[in-house]
């Protein structure tokens, strides 16, 4: 068997070489040919270089046949493992020995093995996660639906689009579950519209390739669309008349239905029940005459509502309505359009859509206006053009979903240093999708360290979005540049720093729809949105751990979010906040590992520097900006999420941020208020020395009103944007201040040259 393998392969490898030298340009010169491929699989050039010897550097194809075919005659039994990138293939190729290049595969094929070991393991926690309670029912689900109830009550056919609103919200913010959730109290009608490539949970729906067909002209898809919701209301009216028959509990009915229409254990495309019925139902409706469509739907319509009353009709991963029936037109239109025109005859405030998974595209109707030369054409049956209808508006979003935080208690309070950096506590911050997978990961007695680090994967692939692999891949070679993008760089920048961006309307978007961002405030016919990260342990470290790894991350993030300020409409101070985050942020990580003594200034006595330098400890992972002057019980409550405050200029002139110091006895673990000081920093363009004179007493815990106790030092850092910051320290304060007042100057010239250019840029940016 091995040895027929073997011939196999041999065959294949010449057979495929002898047409890649047929496939060559017909001017390359032939004798060139052979000791360049020689050259290539021994792996004494690139193949960058390979390629331009012989003049393929524009035919893309031709180069993945070479690299294949010179990885298949140097490492033939790896050669079925189609996990490896084309940067993997190359470096095992050019490795010194077979040996050293054997290890680096089988090194990769390991790391396979457990990413999927821990996929499988992440899908299996998912699933038993739609299973297990949901917490805080009260308090989500039931604003949640009054909110959907007051939405299909406001819908007028004469003011806006269609009965439809979108659900908006981050990945693992709890959406998903909280439509299946609302099943306990109306009728739900599921369908996810999940790519045919994504392995995600829940599964796609085997009507998903029913509301995508291919290949039809709007008028055709128009009559398909009203044809698939006909036939899904006689469903579900049919369900529930034979329930109503023999049923009177309606809690009862619900969980029935639920049955029918919702199976958690499906998998792709996967038909239940209520598919089946649907297809079917659609298979023996008759051809209808035109506008006898309408009538129809509407008599089904009125049917559903009259034996199932309120029907929320939810579709998942609705983003993929923003594909096209017919991609490879130049100008194809989308099956949104036809979708919602749809949606639009259904003339009741009985029944509902909610989108979630939805695209930025769809929070703002930006389609352009087929019909402005002549406004009186309001809709035309067989238009090939999208719907629009002047002066209709949508129907506000719901961004308020309450899932945030739903797994903190009282007990999540740290009692000592040991709970408050400890795993189980940090992860009930934030989403509650990786607590309720932490917490049945452990319970299967998976081992911690490698939860831990596939939340952590997990995380940041939700931070970059759908390429999320390619740029994971790319960022371990010098190619990171060309697959980053303006959002990725925002996302990788967000849970830290938290950059507070306006005039980026579909970028503020996209943030939230597709990079994990949160929503606070979205309003569609204002053209408004704003998002934050709010803090969380997993997407905060996710973030921080990439960008650290490789320092062309954190340069190409400082240029894209230098190219979004410059055609936003922020202030220039907005670049000096955000460029001041990032020098501290860069410090830190570049100081941490070389840590040493520093000198501290003269205006601090020597039991507080030791005591400063011996016990301080910084604990942080975002900003978050406040209106007031904290005391010491405020700064052990940001210790407790992490956070590091941003002062607003109307309520604090002493500091522009705020870090919580814990000097941490030797002796005791117990966190206690009495141990709380600070580090305040003050960011200016340019700090002169007759700055460090005239403003020394502004820069102390009196002025600024930060109420800590006597006993405790305290640190400050003055922070120069433009020009190095003077070598001289604050000078000695009048005896009564106690000493106690550690001080430091910071520049971006302590960091690397091409990070502080860059943060420098940032820094000089005016918006057009």
């Known amino acids: 068997m091995r040895d027929t393998l073997k011939v196999e392969l041999v065959t294949q490898y010449l057979n495929d070489l002898e047409q890649f030298v047929k496939d060559l340009p017909a001017h390359v010169n032939r004798r060139a040919v052979i000791p360049t491929w020689e050259f290539f699989v021994q792996g004494h050039i690139t193949l960058e270089k390979m390629t331009k010897t012989l003049h393929i550097q524009d035919n893309a194809a031709l180069g993945e046949t070479a690299l294949d075919l010179a990885f298949l005659r140097n490492y033939p039994h790896h050669f079925s493992t189609k996990a490896f990138t084309r940067h993997e293939k190359m470096r095992a190729i050019r490795c010194k020995s077979k040996c050293h290049g054997k290890r680096l595969l089988s090194k990769l094929i390991s790391k396979f093995d457990q990413e999927a070991k821990y996929s499988n393991m992440l899908l299996h926690i998912l699933r038993k996660g739609f299973e297990g309670p949901f917490l805080k029912s009260e308090e989500i689900i039931e604003p949640l639906l009054r909110k959907i109830m007051m939405q299909a009550g406001s819908w007028c056919q004469s003011e806006h689009l269609a009965p439809y609103s979108l659900l908006v919200g981050p990945a693992m913010s709890g959406k998903t579950r909280a439509l299946h959730e609302l099943s306990n109290h109306v009728c739900v009608v599921y369908i996810c519209l999940r790519p045919p490539t994504s392995s995600g949970h829940p599964p796609r729906s085997a009507l998903a390739p029913t509301m995508l067909p291919p290949g039809m002209t709007t008028s055709a898809l128009e009559k398909h669309y009203n044809k698939f919701l006909t036939a899904t209301f ?40 209520f598919s089946r019925d649907v297809l079917k139902k659609m298979e023996t409706c008759s051809p209808l005459k035109y506008g006898q469509e309408n009538e129809q739907l509407q008599k089904a319509l009125a049917d559903m509502q009259s034996q199932a009353g309120f029907v929320l009709l939810a579709i998942d991963e609705a983003h993929a309505l923003l594909s096209s029936p017919n991609a490879y037109l130049e100008h194809a239109t989308s099956f949104f359009p036809s979708f919602r025109r749809s949606l639009r005859e259904t003339l009741s405030d009985g029944v509902f859509t909610i989108l979630t998974g939805a695209s930025s595209l769809m929070l703002f109707n930006t389609t352009p206006d087929p019909y402005k030369s002549n406004p009186e054409i309001k809709w035309y ?15 506000d979003p719901i961004n308020q979903l309450g899932t945030f935080d739903a797994m903190v208690s009282a007990i999540t309070q740290p009692g000592t240093w040991t709970d408050l950096v400890s795993a189980d506590r940090l992860v009930s911050y934030g989403s509650p999708f990786f607590a309720a997978c932490f917490r049945d990961a452990i319970a299967c007695h998976q081992e911690r360290n490698l939860i831990l680090w596939t939340l952590t994967e997990l995380a940041l692939s939700k931070l970059l979005g759908a390429n999320s692999d390619t740029v994971i891949r790319q960022e371990r070679c010098s190619g990171l540049q060309a697959f980053l993008t303006a959002p990725q760089a925002l996302a990788l920048l967000g849970p830290t720093i938290q950059p507070q961006l306006s005039g980026a309307l579909h970028l503020s978007g996209e943030m939230i729809l597709s990079h994990a961002a949160h929503c606070k405030y979205v309003k569609p016919d204002s053209n408004l949105i704003v998002g934050n990260y709010p803090s969380q342990f997993f997407l905060a470290s996710a973030a921080n751990t990439f960008r650290q790894s490789h320092e062309p991350v ?127 920093i003050s960011v200016k363009d340019q700090i002169t020395e007759a700055d460090l004179k005239i403003r020394n007493h502004e820069w102390t815990d009196t002025h600024s009103g930060i109420r800590i106790s006597n006993k405790n030092p305290y640190l400050v850092l003055l922070m120069s944007l433009t020009t190095k910051a003077p070598s001289d320290h604050l000078q000695r304060l009048p005896k009564p201040a106690g000493q106690r007042r550690a001080s430091q100057t910071l520049s971006p010239t302590y960091l690397s040259s091409i990070v502080a250019s860059r943060i420098m840029s940032l820094e000089e940016v005016c918006p057009y």
């Open 234 to 273: 006689q469903v579900v009216a049919d369900f529930f008349r034979a329930q109503n028959e023999t049923i009177s509990d309606e809690k009862t009915k619900l969980k029935n239905w639920f049955a029918y229409n919702f199976s958690n254990d499906l998998k792709f495309e996967e038909s239940n029940q």
């Open 381 to 395: 049956p067989d238009a090939q053009l999208p719907l629009w209808l002047s002066g209709h508006k949508l129907l």
């Open 554 to 680: 954190i340069v190409e993030c400082i240029k894209k979010l230098t190219e979004i300020l410059r055609l936003g409409l922020d202030s220039k101070q907005v670049a000096r906040e955000i460029a001041s985050k990032i020098i501290l942020l860069r410090a830190m990580h570049e100081a941490v590992p070389y840590s040493h003594s520093l000198d501290l200034g003269p205006d601090i006595s020597e039991e507080h520097r030791i005591n400063l330098l011996k016990n301080g400890m910084v604990f942080w992972n975002h900003f978050n900006e406040i209106h007031y002057t904290p005391d010491s019980e405020d700064l052990l409550k940001f210790l407790h999420r992490g956070m590091a405050a941003q002062c607003a200029s109307s309520k604090q002139s002493s500091f522009d941020h705020l870090f919580t110091i814990y000097l941490k006895p030797e002796n005791s673990d117990r966190l206690d208020e009495e141990h709380v000081t600070f580090c305040g």
